[in-house]
Nanobody, 128 residues
Framework: QVQLVESGGGLVHAGGSLRLCCAA????????????MGWFRQAPGQEREFVTA????????YYADPVKGRFTISRDNAKNTMYLQMNSLKPEDTAVYYC??????????????????WGQGTQVTVSS
């Protein structure tokens, strides 16, 4: 059974940094599939949106335009953990951030939708 638990959220001033972590369990690849992972966020009154994703091998990533150049996604499969380093934070980055995982046939796939598993979310608040 897959479980994802986020941590690292909090309150930060604009221009500051935060590092989110996603501890995963049950993400064991098989001959038939791997697990890509991603981060999504949902601001009050808005729909959940894609932020960034990383493939199983960690060599492929994709970022939504609003976070390009400021956020960095990474993963350590040996520790079953994914990270999101967020720099130069802006008030519009304020949201609940969710960790997600998705089965993929290829270890190289970097999906932006269709995720199978979700964490409970962690709040990130950026003050102006």
């Amino acid at each position: 059974q897959v479980q994802l638990v986020e941590s690292g959220g909090g309150l930060v001033h604009a221009g500051g940094s935060l590092r989110l972590c996603c501890a995963a369990s049950g993400l064991t690849p098989s001959y038939y599939f791997y697990y890509a992972m991603g981060w999504f966020r949902q601001a009050p009154g808005q729909e959940r949106e894609f932020v960034t994703a990383i493939n199983w091998s960690g060599g492929g990533t994709y970022y939504a335009d609003p976070v390009k150049g400021r956020f960095t996604i990474s993963r350590d499969n040996a520790k079953n953990t994914m990270y999101l380093q967020m720099n130069s934070l802006k008030p519009e980055d304020t949201a609940v951030y969710y960790c997600a995982a998705r089965k993929t046939i290829s270890s190289q796939t970097v999906p932006t939708s269709g995720y199978d598993y979700w964490g409970q979310g962690t709040q990130v608040t950026v003050s102006s």
